[in-house]
Structures are given as structure tokens and as C-alpha cells.
């Protein structure tokens, strides 16, 4: 299996500093993929430096968070009918050069989403806060126990995706914090995910807009929205596909 | 017993609701759809502050027949929480369609642009 035509979706609020380089950087990488930058209603001159940096830009009316901007790009990407997908987050911490290492495994067929994982064999030397170290181990353990299979990182959005899954993610897709939500989402789907090392770098401009505070709030809504899914019916696409 | 000053409030109470929102649809502040719930919660609460007998009877089941008015608030309450859990799931079908609106705009304005810079290039032609 090959990747086919390849676009890459990258969420940007209020990244005018780094948006630039993530752009030239994926097309550095490889000139044939297609850059979309969902510019979430930022404030500063994210959507034309993204622009200028030879990106596609979709311009929100208005901030709908990094749930429903991601989205967008898959709505894109489903609508213009592309093969393959990869979503790099627009402050820079998702490196462009590590997208081979995604694609490598996504090109083999087995997966229909690769997520880059800073914590699979050793993982790299991340040392997040401690709010946000909780909600990572707590997750990744949860989400593991739901789904009968091994998760280590489920709130990273360092992914790249088949044309189901995209699909799947055009379709629905969780909205705030919605990484976890969207791991188990794939998990109901029947869809395959496969986990890739990857280092990530810190963020290089503004700081991350996870406090303690807001950290514990995320915990409880998304476990609320975990323990909800499960209880949920969802259609198999295959079976959505049947007349 | 009922003391006749509450169910004289109460009925009035619950008179004024049903104006009020009567009113509000008159004028189309309100829907019909959202101002059903509050029209129901109106003549519940009229019915159960002038058919006196019935509170007492009904508070009489629910053992606190030495304060039948307890059921007024009861009742006023229960209904006020229906109310609002019905708003909050209006309201989170609201936020789902307007978040599809904004991601469809997006995408067509994108469209839109692309299709106008074909359009000028032809004119320079």
C-alpha cells in the first residue's frame, strides 16, 4: 500500500511565531504533500504567515477550540479526497522530521491510525507538569483498560491516518482536550491503531494553556466522556457503507 | 390545611407565569417549542394552588400533611430542573450545529477564494 496523495492538517491559534516554520518544515520535508492550516479565529497574523509560508489556509468565523479546528481539516482532507492525513500541532512541538518514522509504519497497511508516542520504549526526555504528567498516566491506563489493548500516549495529536480513518475523523471527532476521546473512538470503530516513538520538542513560543487547575477539570470531563462512550452504540463504518 | 393566602399567592403566581409567557410568544420572543414546558409548569402549579383539597391529599401520600404548600415548592422545583435540563440539551445542540456551520464556512470560504483567484487570472488573459 502507498500513501497516495498526502495533506497535512495543522490546527493554529494565535501561533503567528511558530506557524511559519512548521509550514516550511513539512514542505521541506517533502514538496508533494499538501499543507491545510486551520487558523481557529486567531487574533494575530497566524492564517497569512501560514499563508505567505505557501499553506492552505480555512479561516474559522470564530475560536472553536482544538477539538472542532482539527476537524475542520479532516473535513477538508475527506472532502478533497485524500489518501492519507498526518496533523502536526501549529506551535511547533509536532517535528516535521519525524513524520517518515509515521508514515513508514502507515504505509505498511496494518494501521489505519499512527499516533507519534513520546512514551512508548523509554520515549524521549518529556517531563510535563504535574497536573498534566496525572493526566497522561491516567489515561493512557484507562483508555488501555477499556480498550483491551496497550495505549502509552492517548493525548497526543501527533498522528497520521488512512482514508477510514479519516473518514471516521471528518465525521466525528471529540471536541476540547480531544485526543483521548478520539483513541477510543478509533478503538469502537474496529479501526486499527499503532504506536510510533517519537521525541517532541517543547513549545516554541507562548506557553501551554494547560494549568493544575484546568488539568483536573479535563481529567473529570474526559473520563465522564469515556465512561459515556463506552455505553454508546456506534455504527462500523463497513456496515454504515451497506444499503 | 392549606393556609388561603398561599393559594390565593400561588394561583396568582402561576396566572402571571402563564401571561408572561403567553405574552412572550405573542410578541415572537419566545417559541412555541421552548414555552410549552413553561405553560405546562404554569397550570400544574394553578391547578395545585386552587384545587386545595387535592394538595392536601397528595401531600397526605408524600407524609408531610402537616404543610401541604410543600408540595407548591415540590412541584415548582421539579419542574424547574425539567426545564432546564431540556435548555441544556437544546443548548448542546446548538453548540454541534454551530460548530458544523463555522467548519463548513470555513471550508467554502477557502473554496470561494480559490475559485475567484481562477476567475481573475482568466480575466488577465
Same mark, same amino acid.
Not at chain 1, 108 to 112: K, P, Q, T
Not at chain 1, 118 to 125: A, S, V
Not at chain 1, 152 to 157: I, L, Y
Given at each position: 500500500m502507498t500513501l497516495g496523495r498526502v495533506i497535512a492538517v495543522v490546527p493554529a491559534f494565535n501561533e503567528e511565531g511558530a506557524i511559519g516554520s512548521v509550514v516550511t518544515g513539512i514542505r521541506a520535508l517533502d514538496p508533494a504533500i499538501d499543507v491545510v492550516v486551520v487558523d481557529d479565529a486567531s487574533s494575530d497574523g497566524t492564517g497569512a504567515r501560514a499563508a505567505a509560508a505557501g499553506a492552505t489556509v480555512l479561516r474559522l468565523p470564530y475560536n472553536l477550540g482544538i477539538g472542532g479546528a482539527v476537524q475542520t481539516g479532516f473535513r477538508f482532507a475527506h472532502l478533497r479526497g485524500y489518501d492519507s492525513a498526518v496533523r502536526l500541532d501549529g506551535?511547533?512541538?509536532?517535528?516535521? #522530521?519525524?513524520?517518515p518514522k509515521l508514515f513508514a509504519v502507515l504505509a505498511?497497511?496494518? #494501521?489505519?491510525v499512527v499516533t507519534g508516542s513520546?512514551?512508548?520504549?523509554?520515549?524521549?526526555?518529556y517531563r510535563p507538569p504535574l497536573g498534566r504528567r496525572m493526566g497522561i498516566v491516567w489515561f493512557a491506563w484507562l483508555v488501555s483498560r477499556l480498550t483491551r489493548r496497550r495505549v502509552?500516549?492517548?493525548?497526543?495529536?501527533f498522528q497520521a491516518l488512512n482514508r477510514r480513518a479519516i473518514a471516521l475523523f471528518a465525521e466525528e471527532y471529540p471536541s476540547d482536550y480531544p485526543e483521548v476521546e478520539a483513541s477510543l473512538l478509533v478503538a469502537k470503530h474496529r479501526l486499527r491503531l499503532v504506536e510510533v516513538q517519537v521525541s517532541m520538542r517543547e513549545r516554541e513560543h507562548g506557553t501551554s494553556s494547560i494549568t493544575f487547575v484546568r488539568s483536573i477539570y479535563y481529567m473529570l470531563k474526559v473520563t465522564l466522556a469515556l465512561v459515556v462512550a463506552m455505553a454508546r452504540k456506534y455504527t462500523l463504518p463497513e456496515e454504515a457503507a451497506r444499503p | 390545611m392549606t393556609p388561603v393566602r398561599v393559594s390565593i399567592a400561588a394561583a396568582i403566581a402561576s396566572v402571571l407565569l402563564i401571561l408572561i409567557v403567553l405574552e412572550l410568544i405573542r410578541g415572537r420572543r419566545l417559541k412555541e417549542r421552548y414555552a410549552l414546558l413553561w405553560l405546562v409548569t404554569g397550570v400544574v402549579l394553578l391547578v395545585l394552588a386552587v384545587w386545595r383539597d387535592g394538595l392536601n391529599t397528595i401531600a397526605g401520600w408524600l407524609g408531610v400533611s402537616g404543610y401541604p404548600p410543600a408540595i407548591l415548592f415540590a412541584a415548582a422545583i421539579l419542574f424547574v430542573i425539567v426545564v432546564l435540563l431540556h435548555y441544556s440539551t437544546v443548548l448542546s445542540k446548538l453548540d454541534d450545529e454551530s460548530t458544523l456551520l463555522a467548519q463548513e464556512l470555513a471550508i467554502l470560504r477557502q473554496r470561494v477564494d480559490e475559485l475567484a483567484a481562477v476567475d481573475d487570472s482568466r480575466d488577465l488573459l
Open positions: 506551535d511547533g512541538q509536532h517535528d516535521p #522530521a519525524e513524520l505498511l497497511g496494518d #494501521a489505519d513520546r512514551f512508548i520504549g523509554g520515549g524521549g526526555d502509552t500516549d492517548t493525548t497526543s495529536g | -
